[in-house]
């Protein structure tokens, strides 16, 4: 059914077909509404009567962005910039096209305007903190996720790349610290479980770390690096049988993952039962449309146990 209030305005203009603000009303309604080709005719209208209006130019790019016309919607957001050179939206929307783009320099450069005009974005902050994670800059990547963190204590994914970047740093208080806050904030962010899991292992605390990576399951039971993780654990608590016990149950519940009957051949072999190991590579093998394990890499290791 169409937009009553596009086809109410639609009206309108028919009756009054210059009238700027009718028009301008129509061309909100069809970019609402999806319809991008009729509100870029629009605001194109617009901009040939009202040509200082940097608002129109900007939602022009926002139009060529969603289009995914890069090159025009750049244009237009220039466009924007020019008219309103202090305008932290105008600045803001080129930034992430860049951002997206690639162009990660000039993105850098334009959220930090951004942030000279309002040091409370949080988005500015957290998106130039995944800039500089990418440019290898983890101090800098720190403080602004920090300030992203400021703007909204409730952002779980700056908490969470937060603590990937203090793990990266050593300080692994701090990155559990906000794992802990990620999951408080959002207890279905299995990732955040996984991490936490991972970080006690290796600080030799299997119980803990089985506890957290059992709720990384619970989140995503198909989690085929959760349950590599999981068989690591079973391993180095040396209850090699129960950790058999928990990849069979988790195959009763999910059979077409076959991926698990990998992981219990390696288990096999670590409990010294080579040929339970290779009766299992054999059964992923039957199916390797369900496989996301190479079959390459499954094989290799048939062959090697077989010969």
Known sequence: ?????????????????????????????????????????????????????????????????????????????????????????????LAFLYDQTGKHDLAVDLYKRVLILDERDGNSHFNLACLYVKKNNSKSAINHFLKAIECNSEDAYAHFYLAYEYKKSGEKQKAKEHYNKVVKINPEYGWAYYNLACMCLEENNPEQALECIEKTLKTNPRDIEAYKTLASIYISMGEITAGIMRIEEALEQNPDFYDLYCILAAMYLKNKDRQKAILHYKTALSNTDCLTIPAETIKKELNRLTK
């Open 1 to 93: 059914m169409e937009n009553l209030q596009i086809e109410n305005l639609e009206k309108l203009l028919e009756q009054k077909p210059d009238d700027l603000d009718i028009k301008r009303q129509l061309a909100f309604a069809y970019l609402d509404d999806g319809f991008l080709a009729k509100a870029l005719e629009k605001f194109q209208e617009l901009v040939e009567v009202l040509p200082r209006e940097g608002e129109l130019y900007f939602n022009i790019g926002i139009i060529y962005e969603k289009m995914k016309d890069n090159a025009n919607a750049e244009i237009a957001y220039k466009k924007a910039m020019e008219l309103s050179p202090d305008d932290a939206d105008f600045i803001y929307n």
